[in-house]
């Protein structure tokens, strides 16, 4: 068994607690390489890859290749302990759960992070 984060304890209906292997779960490295190169050729970025990929690229990709509409929003935040003002910019989208259609085959859904 692979060395186990919080995220891969379960627990059953009397609240007891059992480490669950999540390797049957995780992707092949081939599945995983074949995503990048198929991100990468539609003109995404991988940014980094753990047993997901974080992927970026600007927001008319996004909408060009899911078929969404994303919407972009502006709040005003005060750094804590200072007087100093900054600009967040976030971003939502249509739908809660983007999809390439031609990439249905390899990868379930691209999920939107601010």
Do not use: W
Not at 5 to 14: F, H, K, N, S, W
Not at 31 to 54: D, V
Not at 65 to 84: A, D, Y
């Amino acid at each position: 068994m692979q060395n186990c984060e919080p995220t891969c304890l379960r627990a059953d209906a009397q609240g007891t607690t059992a480490v669950v292997d999540p390797a049957p779960y995780m992707q092949s490295s081939a599945t995983m390489e074949k995503a990048k190169a198929e991100l990468k050729r539609f003109g995404f970025k991988i940014e980094a890859q753990r047993a997901t990929l974080s992927i970026s690229a600007p927001p008319e990709l996004f909408e060009q290749t899911c078929g969404v509409q994303l919407m972009r929003e502006q709040r005003r935040m005060h750094e804590p302990g200072t007087s100093k003002a900054v600009i967040l910019v976030m971003y939502g989208s249509s739908e809660p759960v983007l999809h390439i259609p031609e990439l249905n085959d390899i990868i379930e859904g691209i999920v939107l992070v601010n």
